[in-house]
């Protein structure tokens, strides 16, 4: 960590971050036609957007800021890659760390660790099961599509809310802050099918105001000054809960980070995917090892 990183993330160990994101949540909410444009014409401004392979291509269409901002893609925009035996990248974004849980810790950024178990809210079962296994951190940059899609095809088994910090998730701050992803709000979704396990944590930061789950409402939970200091599991939606590789499970409504976990020697990731590789939803991030599941 360099003095400026120190700096420059010093005022976000100060600022309280979840009245600052129901803040946003509120501005971004707001269907002001005049502020809604304002809005996203500064965002245009400022990040590059591919409106062409959005749903609803004229700002006009969207209600809110927060409604382009979290905007759907037009059918065949993100075509799944490889087969049932694939992994799928459930959200578009950076690859910011790819590797293996050892010794119960994952890398951070270069030269800081986490622990696996912190990450998990102390859930000492899937420590122990996904300890030494494969994992990648997928940073969603403000420009990226919002969206987070179902990496395998499966069961939702489980649920966690875990409270939590809101920083920043930038590289500058995950060089900065001890065990950001740990510390940070997320959601934390265990997927399994009839060969494979699959976690997929999706990860609050500064200004996201809510994570929306497909299967479940968590954005009250997430955005009242009165939401829970304590870890809790959510029962999901029966109707909701069985996905198929490439469905749509929830979303940020602002940018942040999504982590996926697999089971030791289960996984071989393509070989041209590495720490700063650009993904989308749908691309393959690996196969699958039959022989092991078998």
Aim: hydrophobic share 40%; charged share 20%; glycine share 6%.
């Amino acid at each position: 960590m360099s003095y400026l990183d120190h700096l420059i993330t010093l005022p976000q160990r100060i600022v309280p971050h979840h009245r600052l994101s129901r803040i946003a949540w509120g501005i971004a909410q707001n269907k002001n036609k005049l502020l809604k444009t304002l809005l996203i014409h500064l965002f245009l401004l400022r990040y590059k957007v591919d409106l062409d392979e959005a749903d609803h291509s004229h700002l006009s269409d969207y209600k809110s800021f927060n409604d382009f901002f979290t905007r759907a893609l037009r059918p065949g925009s993100r075509p799944l890659q490889g087969t049932a035996g694939t992994l799928l990248c459930p959200a578009d974004g950076i690859i910011s760390q790819l590797g293996r849980t050892a010794n119960n810790r994952l890398v951070q950024a270069k030269g800081r660790y986490y622990s696996l178990d912190a990450l998990l809210a102390g859930d000492d079962a899937n420590s122990q099961r996904f300890n030494n296994g494969s994992f990648a951190t997928i940073y969603l940059a403000p420009h990226n599509y919002h969206r987070v899609h179902a990496p395998i095809t499966g069961t939702i088994t489980q649920i966690r809310y875990v409270p939590g910090r809101l920083f920043s998730v930038n590289d500058r701050t995950a060089r900065s802050v001890n065990q950001l992803f740990a510390r940070n709000e997320r959601l934390i979704l265990e997927i399994c099918s009839e060969s494979e396990t699959v976690i997929v944590i999706l990860v609050g930061a500064l200004l996201v105001a809510s994570m929306e789950l497909t299967c479940c409402d968590v954005k009250a939970a997430m955005r009242h000054a009165d939401r829970p200091t304590e870890p809790y599991f959510i029962e999901p939606n029966a109707a909701n809960s069985v996905i198929e590789q490439g469905m749509e499970l929830g979303r940020f409504n602002m940018g942040s980070t999504v982590i996926i976990l697999l089971e030791p020697e289960t996984l071989t990731w393509e070989p041209l995917l590495a720490e700063g590789s650009p993904v989308k939803v749908g691309q393959a991030l690996g196969s699958f090892n039959t022989s092991v599941l078998a």
